[in-house]
């Protein structure tokens, strides 16, 4: 059958997945090679049915050639095209953050790649059965990744989240059940006709089926009252898994659920039964204001950020309830957008933690000197994340919002805009602590060195490596800024780790440009489901 | 006195209704009745009880009520094994194999997931000495 590139995207990780742990055997370190070469090779597919999409449009492999009524299909359209491509982008950049700071067992590159593989099934399948399999394939890779450093906390962080996990998942299954009880096919595009042509929108069963598929999908993209699980996994686990998780997990979990709102269901669905849509999204809104209060009051910068990607996530699914073209767009966009941005603030979050071993927010005073670059990094994705305008934080809101008003529910615009508030009182709170807090005042704050000292220390240090262009400043932040003070401990912080958090916050500002392109990418894609 | 008494035939027909309709569903389709059933048991022990082991059981019995859900609807009175001879002569009704087929897939996923979740349990174990939820949370906030 053609198309094999789709076929792959998937198999190519997850038969990689196999490799460090046999060839662990005879081999310490051949975790991360294998990794970042199936991380290259994917992120090249990627971009051949990211090329392919944007010429042809949405094209189709069947496994095993069987016809779609018995076999699975892999889709690719614009929408399944932009989630793929940010999986490869997200897989090479935590990969290129491992290389020196990140676990090197090979058993966390094993399931890495099986977490990168079930990410790429659900990006493309077409199949609501074999998205079950998918998410289990994310949610058991997860899992295991969550619990890496082996610590009793983390332990249960991922028990907690593992059965949370699986309830929602096995929710999402009942709803399949209900769904192929009614209409006796699993494929997406026969539900999209089969459902209307067989037993009509409202009958109990579709209505049943679609309950019961939104609150298992709710969990995976944590959604309020069923988010619980998701600040203990972010706090607990090790930055690397942190970022790649925030990044791509509960953004698939989004992704599934528009996928099964818009080409299972179909917004003739919500039409029939305005119930549903205006359900999903009062809970999504509920959860925007929830995620943001609470993200206000953490102290811990991973819990903080945690609890803004349940408000982010809010944000994203009251998009997908909307069902305006605008809204549906802007989703799409802060979805790339979130997971962008997440993945670069909970690697610097890694940066400084490795540093200086700090953790909260009060400990984060004065850093903005201490590591320019990082702290640089940090404070463009927490701008972008309040949707300060040329950033891509801001272009996913504004076409939420307006798209909020063009379906008639200027409540969601409202607390959107309400929402841009909450967030930068947090991300303000940081700020002030990064720039403006003397080091002084707070009980474990990296000490000593003040402003105008490190200045005069910085420019002695740019002088002697003779280094005036900018990347060699950024190279040399970290590193020799840490091993010039002699004040503190600090250690010091490889180059690409620092490179991969400068470049994906320059990414989120650069994709604040690109709402042109995207438009014009998903066109097709909104055209043909609503 | 009639607006006592008006209420009281009404009851009783609907007693009169719902009693048969009860049985008839009890007696035809226990296997959905069984199915509701334990998935709210299941989900019940995975919320409410402290012992690590026991939220896992009340996942797999949460598990094994939607297996139950699925080769149900699968089930044809009088139908016979899905498997078609290769000459032919198919006749009659068969069982749909397709759930037949998800229920396998999602005993496999099942099983994973409990040797990961007992794994993690072993590791709290270990380093807590008790399975009692409550208990490790105490511990680590001390």
């Known amino acids: 059958m053609s198309n094999p590139e789709l076929a792959l995207l998937v198999a190519v990780p997850i038969l990689a997945s196999t490799l460090p742990i046999v060839g662990g055997l005879k081999f310490d370190s051949i975790g991360w090679p294998v990794a970042a070469l199936a991380a290259l090779v994917e992120a090249a597919l990627a971009v051949v049915v990211a090329r392919r999409v944007a010429t042809e449009g949405r094209y189709v492999h069947s496994l095993g050639n069987y016809p779609r009524q018995y076999g699975i299909e892999l889709v690719a359209d614009g929408f399944s095209a932009v989630v793929v491509l940010l999986i490869a982008v997200v897989t090479l950049a935590v990969l290129g953050y491992a290389r020196r700071d990140g676990p090197r067992s090979n058993p966390f590159y094993t399931a890495y790649l099986l977490l990168c593989g079930g990410l790429m099934g659900i990006g493309l399948t077409g199949d609501v059965f074999n998205m079950f399999v998918f998410l289990e394939i994310v949610g058991l890779a997860t899992y295991a990744l969550v619990a890496t450093d082996r610590s009793g906390r983390s332990a249960l962080a991922a028990l907690k989240y593992l059965i949370v996990g699986t309830a929602g998942a096995s929710m999402y299954l009942v709803g399949v059940g209900f769904a192929f009880v009614a209409t006796g096919t699993l494929n997406m595009a026969e539900l999209a006709t089969a459902i209307p042509d067989t037993v009509g929108y409202t009958d109990p069963l579709v209505v049943a089926s679609f309950a019961f598929v939104a609150v298992g999908l709710s969990v995976k993209a944590a959604i309020f009252p069923l988010h619980t699980w998701m600040p203990d996994a972010y706090a607990e686990s090790p930055d690397t898994v942190t970022a790649y998780i925030s990044a791509l997990v509960s953004t698939l979990g989004a992704y599934a659920l528009a996928r099964l709102v818009y080409s299972v269901y179909t917004p003739a669905f919500f039409e029939a039964v305005p119930l549903a849509g205006d359900a999903l999204v009062a809970f999504a809104t509920t959860s925007i204001v929830a995620g943001s209060v609470l993200a206000v009051i953490q102290p811990d910068v991973k819990r903080m950020l945690a609890y803004s990607s349940v408000a982010q996530f809010g944000m994203i699914v009251a998009a997908f309830g909307l069902g305006t073209e605008q809204a549906l767009l802007g989703g799409v966009i802060h979805l790339v957008g979130h997971g962008l941005m997440k993945a670069g603030l909970f690697l610097a979050v890694g940066v400084i933690a490795s540093a200086y071993g700090v953790r909260t927010v009060r400990e984060y005073a004065n850093l903005g000197y201490r590591s320019p670059v990082t702290a640089a990094a940090m404070g463009l994705s927490l701008l972008g994340l309040v949707g300060i305008p040329p950033s891509v934080g801001f272009l996913g809101k504004w076409y939420i919002a307006w798209g909020a008003i063009e379906a008639g529910a200027p409540v969601v615009a409202g607390v959107v805009l309400f929402s841009t508030l909450l967030t930068l009182l947090y991300v303000a709170r940081l700020l002030e602590t990064l720039y403006f807090r003397p080091p002084e005042a707070v009980e474990g704050a990296v000490p000593g060195a003040d402003v105008r000292l490190l200045s005069d220390g910085g420019d002695g240090r740019e002088a002697g490596s003779a280094g005036t262009d900018e990347s060699t400043a950024e190279a040399g932040e970290s590193t020799a800024g840490a091993s010039e003070t002699p004040p503190t401990e600090a250690r010091p912080v490889p180059f690409e780790a620092v490179f991969v958090v400068a470049a994906l916050s320059v990414a989120a500002v650069a994709l604040g440009f690109a709402g042109p392109v995207f438009e014009g990418f998903l066109d097709p894609f909104l055209e043909a489901v609503l | ?142």
């Open chain 2, 1 to 142: 006195m009639t607006a006592a008494a008006a209420p009281s035939p009404s009851v009783a027909l609907l007693a009169e209704r719902t009693l048969p309709l009860a049985l008839e569903v009890l007696s035809t389709r226990y296997a959905y009745a069984t199915f509701a059933i334990l998935f709210a048991i299941g989900l019940y022990m995975m919320i409410a009880s402290p012992n690590l082991v026991k939220k896992i059981i009340g996942l797999n019995l949460f598990q094994s009520a939607i297996f139950l859900f699925f080769v149900a609807m699968a089930y044809v009175r009088g139908g016979s094994v899905p498997v078609i001879p290769t000459e032919g002569g198919a006749v009659g009704e068969y069982a749909s194999p397709l759930p037949q087929v998800i229920v396998l897939t999602a005993i496999v996923v099942g099983v994973s997931l409990t040797a990961v979740a007992l794994a993690l349990i072993v590791r709290l174990y270990t380093e807590y000495g008790t399975l009692n939820e409550a208990t490790i949370r105490e511990v680590m906030d001390e």
